[in-house]
């Protein structure tokens, strides 16, 4: 199998008859055989009976159907546990992303060895505020935070090795930076093609302003997982480290600078009046605090059963 094409989808009967006939023209034109997986994420219309009525009329349609709305991140992750192509191509089911770019998306693939490549809808037909201006924040984020230089690292229509989809967790809401994820799971070879990106057809966007904050405190977790999650302490550890250290130090200043007042008869103002030492000592509670939870994570680290689980390629003998 060339091609397995995921669509997760929520409430997109309009579209799915039009999505499915585009794709499989482009395939059967470009001689590429291909797999076409709905993921019906709790849809209240009549999606499901649309994709079995087009399972019964080409063999190559599958379909997976949630009992209630997970996201698009467990719709993914289940797509991609079925999928058995050479190449896995993820789209939107609302007709914005372009069928007519998966040739392409295959031979950057296939040819030029990418392990990702990332969609960029570098002329989008949305919003300029609600849409496109905090999807050019949230983008330069993610690329000054993670060094993954995209974009649009949030297009949902992006191609993967399919090695590449069997070795990452795709969970919560991280469908944003699931090239964060391969990368950060040791596919490196990332790129990125400008595609054309098309105004919605049908429907209206199942997404709100709220994806935004929501965005940014899934990247915070990311960056921290990837760097942290088998080796707590040394963030916790570090930063409580700083704080209690810094605290000591003004509070052995105020009482250096108490004790020379007293040697050369100057005005002497006590220790605890000065708001200084209030400060020094929050900081050294909050060191020590920090300290701790370091401790404590690192003892629960060495407990997960998922410690010593590596992403090995290749082996010999």
């Not at 609302?94 to 960029?120: C, T």
């Not at 093609?193 to 919605?200: A, G, N, S």
Request: proline share 3%; net charge positive; charged share 25%.
């Amino acid at each position: 199998m060339d091609i397995s094409v995921v669509i997760p989808l929520y409430n997109e009967d309009e579209s799915l008859p039009e999505l499915y006939n585009w794709i499989a023209k482009v395939c059967i034109n470009n001689n590429l055989s291909y797999e076409i997986i709905f993921i019906n994420d709790g849809s209240t219309d009549n999606s499901w009976n649309v994709i079995e009525e087009l399972s019964e009329k080409d063999k190559q349609v599958k379909g997976i159907k949630f009992r209630r709305n997970y996201g698009k991140s467990p719709a993914l992750h289940c797509g991609f546990q079925k999928a058995t192509g050479d190449v896995v191509i993820t789209m939107d089911a609302d007709l914005q992303d372009s069928p007519d770019e998966i040739p392409e998306l295959y031979r950057m693939i296939k040819e030029e060895g990418y392990d990702l490549v990332s969609g960029w809808k570098k002329k989008r037909h949305d919003p300029v505020l609600s849409k496109n201006l905090p999807s050019k924040l949230a983008n330069a984020t993610a690329r000054l935070m993670t060094g993954v230089k995209l974009h649009d690292i949030n297009c949902g229509l992006k191609a993967y090795k399919n090695n590449v989809v069997k070795n990452i967790e795709v969970y919560g809401d991280m469908h944003r930076y699931i090239p964060i994820l391969a990368k950060q799971a040791g596919y490196v070879k990332i790129g990125e093609k400008i595609v054309t990106h098309k105004k919605r057809k049908y429907g209206k966007t199942k997404f709100g302003l709220n994806r935004f904050i929501n965005g940014y405190l899934d990247l915070l977790t990311l960056v921290f997982v990837g760097r942290f999650s088998k080796r707590p302490m040394h963030f916790f550890g570090t930063l409580g480290t700083f704080m209690f250290v810094l605290g000591g130090f003004i509070s052995i200043y105020l009482v250096a600078q108490k004790l020379y007042r007293i040697h050369f008869y100057l005005k002497v103002r006590d220790v605890v009046d000065q708001p200084l030492f209030f400060i020094a000592l929050v900081m050294a509670i909050i060191g020590a605090q920090l300290f701790l939870t370091g401790f404590v994570a690192e003892i629960l680290s060495r407990q997960s059963i998922e410690r010593n689980k590596y992403q090995i390629e290749q082996e010999i003998g």
